[in-house]
């Protein structure tokens, strides 16, 4: 089996914009790195920090601080961050805190797929309301969500469409905007795919996140992603809970993203980015409208119906699990 998508090597990737931080661990890890190195830090005992923050999140998949935080440091050992020495990368105090974020992360995934059975339609419903039945607002949308999800300096084809809907291709443009559940889906793929690398699972090059809702949307604007099956036999646990938690991550975000548009609401976050972006805030304004997108959509079939209160069960029953 193969896969359109494989590792980018680090000297051709952009590096990512700093987001604006969602709490005190993500400002204290952005105030860190933006400060001169080789100095003493701005940030004292940001490892115990980070620790106390662990123990005290109600719930790490869905804690915005936190896993902004991950995505950070994520983003600075894959491509840098704009303005952020390189060699922060290689700072021993951020490499501990990683392995904290990432060992919570594992742990939460671990215990919810032994609290809950595995249900992963929801990014083949999102898919198929992309490929059938959005609008023009709600792709704009999904798409600004795809280029968090995924990397445009290995996908060429989501630069393509996100250039069609006249949206920003520069990597973290859109970080501010998405729900944390995209950011959750974005750290798991990339702390997975790094297990991998590291030998522990064996597998082959990792697709995106939500990688079949984003050829679904992209292929309203005429671009096509030719993904590969991804799924292979699982032999081993590692790989099958590798698997499982993938499946997991992006049924959540695909179930609230269409969760949001069912209730003509954004499946954003209100920021500056959105205000100062002339397409989703022509998108945002377009959701609330419930008539333009029933004039652009048309009636409804029953069977879009019933993905809507599949996808607003689905929510209700996650949020319950936790």
Request: aromatic fraction near 2%.
């Amino acid at each position: 089996m193969t896969t359109r998508i494989a590792p980018a090597a680090r000297s051709t990737r952009e590096p990512m914009a700093i987001p604006t931080p969602r709490g005190p661990v993500s400002a204290a890890v952005v105030a860190v790195v933006t400060g001169p190195i080789g100095l003493p830090p701005i940030v004292s005992s940001l490892d115990a920090q980070v620790e106390r923050a662990v123990i005290n999140s109600r719930d790490i998949l869905t804690d915005d601080d936190l896993q902004l935080a991950l995505l950070f440091l994520h983003a600075l050992g894959d491509g840098g961050i704009v303005g952020v020495d390189s060699r922060w990368a290689e700072d021993g105090i951020l490499a501990e805190v990683r392995r904290t974020l990432e060992t919570a992360l594992d742990e939460a995934l671990r215990d919810r797929l032994a609290r809950a059975p595995i249900v992963a339609d929801g990014t083949d419903r999102l898919a198929a309301f992309l490929r059938e039945e959005a609008t023009t607002a709600e792709l704009d949308e999904f798409l600004a969500i795809a280029a968090v999800s995924a990397s445009c300096d290995s996908l060429p084809e989501l630069s393509a469409a996100l250039e069609r809907a006249g949206l920003d291709c520069a990597p973290g443009h859109y970080v501010d905007a998405v729900d944390v559940r995209v950011i959750t889906a974005r750290t798991t793929a990339t702390m997975l795919a790094a297990t991998a690398l590291r030998g522990r699972t064996a597998a082959a090059a990792q697709l995106p996140p939500l990688a079949g809702c984003i050829a679904a949307a992209a292929a309203r604007f005429d671009v096509e992603i030719p993904f590969d099956d991804a799924s292979a036999p699982v032999r081993t646990d590692a790989r099958r809970f590798a698997r499982d938690a993938r499946r997991l991550v992006d049924h959540v975000a695909a179930a609230h993203t269409l969760d949001a548009w069912m209730h003509a609401e954004s499946a954003l976050r209100a920021c500056d980015v959105i205000e100062g972006d002339r397409v989703l805030s022509a998108a945002a304004l377009a959701l609330r409208d419930v008539d333009v997108q029933e004039d652009e959509r048309g009636a409804r079939s029953a069977d879009a119906a019933a993905t809507a209160e599949t996808a607003v069960r689905d929510v209700r029953e996650l949020e319950s699990a936790r």
